[in-house]
């Protein structure tokens, strides 16, 4: 199974930055994809930006051009650099990770969530 960690979320005022982190950790048979996701109460969990193991990335039209994920060689760090951060961006953030387990089950991963607030 694999473990994953965020951090990094905080209050910002508008226009402002901030960079989220995701540690992964534990075993998989293949990697299929990592991203990051949020939700606010009342709505669903919304994909934010992916990742693929082939390298390909996708965003939600409400990030393009402001949020960059990113991750490292090992897959075992994935970042999410948010720029130019608007109120209506405040959201719970998660890290997900696809994967194909040991056992070759398909499976998600989530994090604990990390809160991100855009409020001057």
């Known amino acids: 199974q694999v473990r994953l960690v965020e951090s990094g979320g905080g209050l910002v005022q508008p226009g402002g930055s901030l960079r989220l982190s995701c540690a992964a950790s534990g075993r998989y048979f293949r990697l299929i994809a990592m991203g990051w996701y949020r939700q606010v109460p009342g709505k669903e969990r919304e994909l934010v930006a992916q990742i693929t193991a082939g390298h390909s990335t996708n965003y939600a039209d409400s990030v393009t051009g402001r949020f960059t994920i990113s991750r490292d060689n090992a897959w075992k760090m994935v970042y999410l650099q948010m720029n130019d951060l608007k109120p209506e961006d405040t959201a719970v953030y998660y890290c997900?990770?696809?994967?194909?387990?040991?056992?070759?089950?398909?499976?998600?991963?989530w994090g604990q969530g990390t809160q991100v607030t855009v409020s001057s």
């Open positions: 997900n990770a696809r994967y194909y387990s040991d056992e070759r089950t398909w499976l998600d991963s």
